[in-house]
């Protein structure tokens, strides 16, 4: 077996032994993943603010420095970094590790916001019930035929910040079409992290979901 074989087989396991601890913990969790500047912060800052009040809610942030650590602590909720040490990607081993620092038998909903990339984040599951990937609408509308595993995976595909639709090339259509292509059953909500808009579907997608 490879080398890069055994990493990811090895990998795979930890996020099996998360998947179950999350579980036994009733504990439904997401993966949030993205390019860097795609709202990944602004949605969960929002959907804290919108849910905190009837959910227990804790965040993992995948980061080499903890400016969004800040950002989130100031919303009254269990944050915690989970230091890459430099690496583009969280692996199951850093989810591991972040969970022994968070009261799980008091949270509900756990977001793990994922490194800004759209390349390995996609090779290392962590774990979570979901797979969350956002788009925005400033990057274009060919991301997922450019990232077809990181799209192709998702359970929920968000495209941010559709208030500037007016002013960047990007056709919703087409970017539906492609991720068609490559992902039937994805739920693909256009939202505005920063005017709200579809912020509602979101918020109703999040509170339906169970751990499977
Ligand atoms: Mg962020
Ligand atoms: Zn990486």
Redesign the pocket.
Known sequence: MSVKNIVLDTNAATANQIRKKLTSYGITSFNITAS?GA????I?EKTILALRDKRKIAVI?G?IVP??VE?LSELEIPVVLADTFGACHLDASMINKALRHLPLESIDLLFV?NV?NLICPAHFPIGTTYTVAIASIPEGDDKPEKYPLLFGNADVILINKIDLIPYCPFSIKRFTASVRKINKTAVILPISAHTNEGMLSWLSYVKKSKIS
């Open positions: 860097p709202g990944k912060t602004t969960l942030e980061d400016i969004d950002r916001e800004g």
